[in-house]
């Protein structure tokens, strides 16, 4: 009984602790600010990734998707939080790209670290085609 | 003779809390910390099971500890000196299995949950995993204290008290310390490289309390003024769930032997360093230091090439 006890009262102040730093707040969601920006995280963050020309930037700023220079992988950014995740989707990377309405792909990764991601593209041509790309790599 | 000691974690978890909502008001006031509630809720979720874990797994390490007792070399009892010296031998043992945890995959699988945060922060220090059961390794690199002839009680109370001291430094609200602290004890800015991915601060600074470990033994690196640390590890998560931080390293040796070719591969994969594989695809952080190394100094010369030819231009 005293262990649920302080299990409960531990649960309690870890919420707490969380509720204080959503109260006091000070933190944005990171955006992504253009393709060349982009280009530059994931260069830093893959460190063997080259940006090649053709890229794409989510409408909301939230993803940006780069073919590799040599076109064998595409280099995917994702703002997470107040921070970027990179990943290099190569062959196989990709469990399924899915359409949604407005433009928007649902990815699904092989990556037992990032399942599922959603980028907002805007335009249905241009997710069908980068879905599609992302499907073969 | 024996004694009971309090566990000093358990005191000192109130006051833990009160450093994070201090540090919290910091980051909100000056800007010079971050916190992001995800975040702070995940590595607090990794605390909270640690925690829990650690009350079930102590059991374990408490009887192979007293069992192994009875072939103690020598019986320090609990004078004064025996104190002092076993908080500095329980830490250079720390700085040891420290610097397994990064090397060796099987032990990074469970450290690699307390770096995996792309925060610093007091609730990062938290962060801790819930499976270090698998690899007890503390339990067995801390055997040789006991058979020494320190009682295990010691050992388990300095060995608190080095993880209690470990708190304060997973912190950007203190810039430095004065150069003699500096110089002898591990502190934030010393801690701040440990947690960096930059290629320069790659596998440095394993120490827990006293940072001469890292000096003898060839890893320590300081902090650069132009280098600031991006914190996280090379293939940062993309997930906030405590079950996926605490598993995906597991999972991913797990998947790794499964699809190995050969006995010596599949031991590749368990005890190699992190981001070994095979082929070489991978990347491990001797790996990318060389890479890093290899384009500073290609930039390095790059510059120096076009300085000369700028300086002879005007002659031309």
């Known amino acids: 009984m005293t262990t649920l006890l302080i299990l409960i009262g531990a649960f309690a102040a870890v919420s707490a602790l969380v509720g204080i730093n959503v109260w006091i707040g000070g933190w944005s969601t990171s955006r992504i600010d253009s393709i060349e920006d982009a280009g530059r995280v994931l260069t830093q963050d893959l460190l063997i990734f080259e940006p090649g020309v053709t890229g794409v930037l989510a409408a909301d700023g939230l993803a940006a998707l780069i073919e590799s220079k040599d076109g064998k992988s595409v280099g995917y950014l994702s703002a997470r939080g107040d921070t970027f995740v990179s990943r290099l989707i190569e062959p196989g990377s990709v469990a399924r790209a899915d359409l949604r309405d407005g433009g928007v792909i649902m990815l699904h990764f092989k990556d037992f670290t990032f399942p599922s991601a959603r980028i907002t593209l805007g335009d249905d041509n241009a997710a069908r085609e980068w879905a599609a790309r992302l499907s073969t790599e | ?316």
Request: charged residues 20%.
């Open chain 2, 1 to 316: 003779m024996d004694i009971e000691l309090i566990e000093p974690i358990y005191i000192a978890i109130p006051f833990f809390a009160a450093f994070i909502i201090a540090e919290m008001v910091y980051a909100r006031t000056t800007g010079k910390a971050r916190f992001e509630p995800r975040d702070s809720a995940a590595s607090l979720a990794m605390g909270l099971g640690n925690t829990v874990a650690g009350v079930v797994f102590a059991g374990i390490t408490a009887t192979w500890l007293t069992f192994i007792q009875q072939f103690a070399l020598f019986d320090f009892g609990y004078v004064w000196w025996a104190w002092i010296a076993a908080f500095v031998l329980d830490d250079f043992t720390y700085y040891w299995s420290h610097r397994w945890a990064h090397t060796v995959r099987w032990f990074w699988a469970d450290h690699v949950v307390h770096h995996s945060s792309q925060h610093y922060n007091l609730t990062t220090a938290l962060r801790q995993p819930w499976f270090g059961v698998f690899t007890l390794k503390f339990m067995w690199l801390g055997s040789w204290l006991v058979l020494l002839g320190f009682p295990p009680v010691m050992i388990a109370f300095v060995g608190s008290l080095n993880l209690i001291y470990q708190f304060w430094i997973h912190t950007e609200a203190i810039t430095r310390m004065p150069r003699w602290f500096e110089a002898v004890m591990n502190t934030p800015s010393h801690h701040r490289v440990h947690h960096a991915t930059n290629p320069v601060y790659l596998d440095r600074n394993y120490a827990g309390v006293f940072i001469i470990w890292d000096k003898m033994f060839g890893t320590f690196q300081p902090e650069l003024e132009d280098e600031r640390c991006r914190y996280g590890i090379v293939k940062n998560l993309g997930t906030w769930n405590p079950l996926r931080i605490s598993l995906h390293e597991w999972w991913g040796i797990a998947r790794d032997v499964a699809g190995s070719r050969s006995p010596k591969e599949a031991l590749g994969y368990i005890f190699a360093p992190p981001g070994w594989s095979p082929d070489g695809s991978r990347m491990t952080s001797k790996r990318i230091k060389e890479i890093w190394d290899a384009e500073r100094r290609h930039g390095e010369a790059r510059a120096s090439s076009e300085a000369s030819t700028g300086s002879r231009l005007p002659a031309e």
